[in-house]
């Protein structure tokens, strides 16, 4: 069974910069590729970034683009978002994801086009 495990969320002033982790478990990841995404109070889920696990090539949202950085451990089985350059408007809870198989081809932005996530863990960024 796959289990991913976010942690790194928390409180943070404009300008600031936070780390989230997303720990993988249950099978090897080689096929895949893995994601951010985030959901505000009210507004629905929305993509942040993407990776392609064997390649590591990287895919952004446009409102991060610049500030935030994703990358993968391959030893730890882990997946990281180097956030920096935080603003408000990046308060939300911030959610990783699996697709099992991936296409090298393509890059996924769509939720739906995952099969597993996390449990979420909140970022709050104070002006």
């Known amino acids: 069974q796959v289990q991913l495990v976010e942690s790194g969320g928390g409180l943070v002033q404009a300008g600031g910069s936070l780390r989230l982790s997303c720990a993988a478990s249950g099978r090897t990841f080689v096929s895949s590729a893995m994601g951010w995404f985030r959901q505000a109070p009210g507004k629905e889920r929305e993509f942040v970034a993407t990776i392609k696990w064997s390649s590591s090539s990287t895919y952004y949202a446009d409102s991060v683009k610049g500030r935030f950085t994703i990358s993968r451990d391959d030893a730890k089985n882990t997946m990281y978002l180097q956030m920096n350059g935080l603003k408000p408007e990046d308060t939300a809870v911030y959610y990783c994801?699996?697709?099992?198989?991936?296409?090298?081809?393509?890059?996924?932005?769509?939720?739906?086009?995952?099969?597993?996530w996390g449990q979420g863990t909140q970022v709050t960024v104070s002006s």
């Open positions: 994801a699996v697709r099992l198989v991936a296409s090298s081809n393509l890059y996924y932005t769509a939720a739906t086009s995952y099969n597993y």
